[in-house]
């Protein structure tokens, strides 16, 4: 199986206010189309995994490649546009530009990677949210819409781009049971019919149960690399 | 790479959702902008009108014949008393003849010369003007008004007449205005004068002189030059007095000392005589520019702090864009240009307002016996003064937006984004 992301042996200090050892020796891949959740307690340091993985988070020691390219050590701008590409986020507050359309905010990663026209860039973005069901909402204001509705224009606003990769941190930490079970549908489908691969952290159980593999932390240590 | 649509698609969205804060910040530089447009035409059109009340009127080299002792006493001629020193007591001034040796060759060869506007002869002659019995002193001066009219602007001092009718009329008077007051006389009266030794000639008074100075408007009368000489009873090469305009007026001193070293003749320039005259100018000048400096700058203050305020509220916004791929410089352009776009717009209200209230001030009556052509305020509304509006207005939004926006493109999004 071919690897979309790839870390090897990375460690992690905080230094302030004292001088503490997050991350140790985290080695771990995710191949294509796979469907792979971190769980552990907080402050176990699996959010900070991810955004190290996310290569918002440069500060740390060890390699990590995407794509089978190694990405430690890039310029920001050159990682700001390999997130851009290849990278979707999901957080766990919606993170939406509450002063756009819907459609708009959905659109902007790819009106930045600006590889294909303004129209096209439209009909994708519609494709995305009729995907996720919420089409209706398109000219919407995004400060105008539900809470579930807002997490799932952020999965499309994820989507846009065609990611190698799709990273969440607690995206259904701050919903109810049904969209929960909505979004984590959405996460399966994905999976399934289009082979994204995605890596969700997470503490709730019975979502991490659900995906393909559970990557198990505790004290920065990777306890359970399988299931 | 740069996509600029985008980025200032975003700073729209921003700048028109705040639109209260927007023209909030706009309006300052509006404000900033205006006042400096105002303030400056305003400043510079009164400045203008003070320098042409001199320079207008003075000539920027004035030749004529000091009364002045010799510089080289007999006693230094004297080889025996070579080298003794010695002490002369009570020195008087030489004899020498009113009228300027050779003026219209003189005239004539400066006329010549490419830095000259125009050289024109004056006889300055002290008279009386008689009203019955009552002698008031005076003086006279010979000029040639049409050439007086174009170099040095004398139609603004006539109030009445103009200077051709004084060209036309060959006994007529230009009569300072306080005179005719004082004899109760008008355009079309005659008027008696007499000279020193004692001759009278009746003039026909053809207009009214006012100089702005009463004093001067007290005494001083103006006639053509060959009427001058003819009541002096002089030859037409009498001139005492050369005034002469250069095209630029920084050649007057150089101008002035080769005309005296050539002509053996005094011949001062319009600075040293008027020296105060510049300290002034430069004074208000530095007046000016003090308080529009400081009112763009309260305005870039104003800039700054509002950015420096969306900011704060857009942390969210600024993460989710890093997150999502726009790079730091990407953030930091999305504010900057929305500082530009302040600046722009609001600067270019400034100038519109800046010019409406200049053009309106221009509008108000001013009234001045000092200023007799002058009926409104003085305004100069010089291009340069937009050019530099606008151009400081775009620098100074530029820094108000710089700091902030660098502050935007050092947020580290895992901080914000965590922080939730």
Redesign the interface.
Known sequence: MEAVLESIKINKYFRKPVLFHVLKDISFKINKGEFASIMGKSGCGK?TLL?IL?T??TDYDGKLLLNNELVTGQS??KL??L???HIG?V???H??????SVLENVM??A????EISLSEIEHNAMEKLKILHIDHLAKKRASRISGGEKQRVAIA?ALI?NPSIIMG?EPTGNLDSHNSDNVFNIFKQLSDEQGLSLLVVTHDEDFAKRTDRIIQMGDGEIINKSN | ?I?W??IL??AK??LL?KIKQTATAALGVTFGIGAYITLVCFMTGLNGMLDDLILNQTPHIHIYNEIEPSKKQPVSLYKEFENSFNIIHSIKPKLTQKKIHNALPIIHHLNKDDNVQGAIPQIKATIFYISGSIEIGGYLTGIKPLDEAKLFNMQDYIVKGSPEALHNTDNGILLGIEIAKKMALDVGDRVQISTITGEVFPLKIVGLYQSGIADIDAIQSFANLKTVQRILGEAENYVTDINVKLYNINKALPLSKKIEQQFNIKAIDINTANAQFETGTTIRNLITYAVSITLLIVAGFGIYNILNMLIYEKM??I????????????VQLIFMSQAMIIGIVGGLLGLLIGLGLASFIGTIPFQTEALPTVGTYPINLNPWFFVIGITFALISTFFAGYLPSRKAKKI???KI??G?
């Open positions: 959010s955004y996310s918002m988070d920001r701008q700001s546009y997130r851009n590409k986020f957080f766990q507050f993170y939406l530009l509450s002063e756009f902007l990663p009106k930045k990677l600006a606003r781009n941190d | 790479m996509n649509k985008v698609n975003i969205t921003h959702s969210n916004d993460a989710i864009l890093k997150a999502t791929g726009f790079s730091g410089i990407d580290d999004p895992v984004i965590r939730q």
